[in-house]
């Protein structure tokens, strides 16, 4: 059985930064992108960051420049980086993993992230 565990989450102000921290546990041969998702009281949940097994990186525009992500690959650790936090990027934030080769999705149990203005 595969788990992730995420941790980092907590309140700060405005402006300020947060880095949430994902690791995998279990019978893992690899995962092929692992990342992060965010959801907001009453809207669906939404991407935020995804790496693939060889580092490429997506971004939503909303996140672009403020977040970083990374990952490694040896401890099945994903990390995000968030600088210049806004109220807006106040959610739940899940970790995700995709193993290979079976394509089956994997999900944290959230971590909460709130900004205050």
């Known amino acids: 059985q595969v788990q992730l565990v995420e941790s980092g989450g907590g309140l700060v102000q405005a402006g300020g930064s947060l880095r949430l921290s994902c690791a995998a546990s279990g019978r893992i041969f690899r995962f092929n992108a692992m990342g992060w998702y965010r959801q907001a009281p009453g809207k669906q949940r939404e991407l935020v960051a995804s790496i693939t097994f060889d580092g490429v990186i997506n971004y939503p525009d909303s996140v672009k420049g403020r977040f970083t992500a990374s990952r490694d690959n040896a401890k099945n650790t994903v990390y995000l980086q968030m600088n210049s936090l806004k109220p807006e990027d106040t959610a739940v934030y899940y970790c995700?993993?995709?193993?290979?080769?079976?394509?089956?999705?994997?999900w944290g149990q959230g971590t909460q992230v709130t900004v205050s203005s």
């Open positions: 995700n993993a995709v193993e290979w080769p079976t394509g089956r999705y994997y």
